[in-house]
């Protein structure tokens, strides 16, 4: 099991960036997929954003984000540009231990482990 740990958010500009991070335990991190997930008050939980174990291969829900990640940090990165007060959530990243390839997953189900999340409030 993977402990994850997200930091980062908080309040934050409409039009503005914020970067939260996700850090992981152990030795493997790095053959992880890991994504990021949102859940909005009130509604469920949407993908967000997701990367290879190897970093080369994303898929993103929208073009303002990127996502990144430090293997060797067993550290992942989201950073949401051009903020939208419909961006505030929780914001949680999720691990899964096995893929085919280097490939991703952003299918909730498809993921092992989840962190508690981290709020990013987007104010008008």
């Known amino acids: ?21 996700c850090s992981g335990s ?4 790095g053959s992880y997929v890991v994504g990021w997930f949102r859940q909005a ?11 290879s174990a190897s970093g080369s291969n994303t898929y993103l829900a929208d073009g303002r984000f990127t996502i990144s990640r430090d ?16 961006d505030t959530a929780v914001y949680c990243c999720a691990t899964r231990q096995t893929a085919i390839d280097d490939d991703y997953y952003w299918r909730t189900y498809e993921f092992d482990d989840w962190g508690q999340g981290t709020r990013i409030t987007v104010s008008s």
């Open 26 to 29: 152990g030795r493997t991190f």
């Open 71 to 86: 293997n060797a940090a067993n550290t992942m990165y989201l950073q949401l540009n051009s903020l939208e007060p419909e």
């Open 41 to 51: 008050p009130g509604k469920e939980r949407e993908f967000v954003a997701t990367i």
């Open 1 to 21: 099991q993977v402990q994850l740990v997200e930091s980062g958010g908080g309040l934050a500009q409409a039009g503005g960036c914020v970067r939260v991070s």
